[in-house]
């Protein structure tokens, strides 16, 4: 089993950038696909990105391609997700999931079986 906790949200102007990091506990980061999940307000929860056990294959909702970037630090147990150009749809809560060991990325949420607590983004207009 992994524990997941997210950080780096916040409150930033439309233009902006954050840096949200997702910190796993346990030995075996290495063995689970990750990904990042949004869910604004009225809305329900959507995929943003996902990333292989490797870091090697990543994938990304229409919406934050080319903004967004998810990458992975194995020796740090560390999941993160840069965000550039944000925008004010963009605002939600943020997850990282990460699906049972030894399976493939995915897009979507029903194939993950952990979940951090979330981290708030406001982009302001």
């Known amino acids: 089993q992994v524990q997941l906790v997210e950080s780096g949200g916040g409150l930033v102007q439309a233009g902006g950038s954050l840096r949200l990091s997702c910190a796993a506990s346990?030995?075996?980061?290495?063995?689970?696909?990750m990904g990042w999940f949004r869910q604004a307000p009225g809305k329900e929860r959507e995929f943003v990105a996902a990333?292989?056990?490797?870091?090697?294959?990543?994938y990304y909702a229409d919406s934050v391609k080319g903004r967004f970037t998810i990458s992975r630090d194995n020796t740090k147990n560390t999941l993160y997700l840069q965000m550039n150009s944000l925008r004010p749809e963009d605002t939600a809560v943020y997850y990282c999931?990460?699906?049972?060991?030894?399976?493939?990325?995915?897009?979507?949420?029903?194939?993950?079986?952990?979940w951090g607590q979330g981290t708030q983004v406001t982009v302001s207009s």
């Open positions: 999931a990460a699906r049972a060991p030894y399976n493939s990325a995915s897009y979507s949420q029903y194939d993950y079986d952990y």
């Open positions: 346990g030995r075996t980061f290495s063995s689970y696909a």
């Open positions: 990333i292989s056990r490797s870091g090697g294959v990543t």
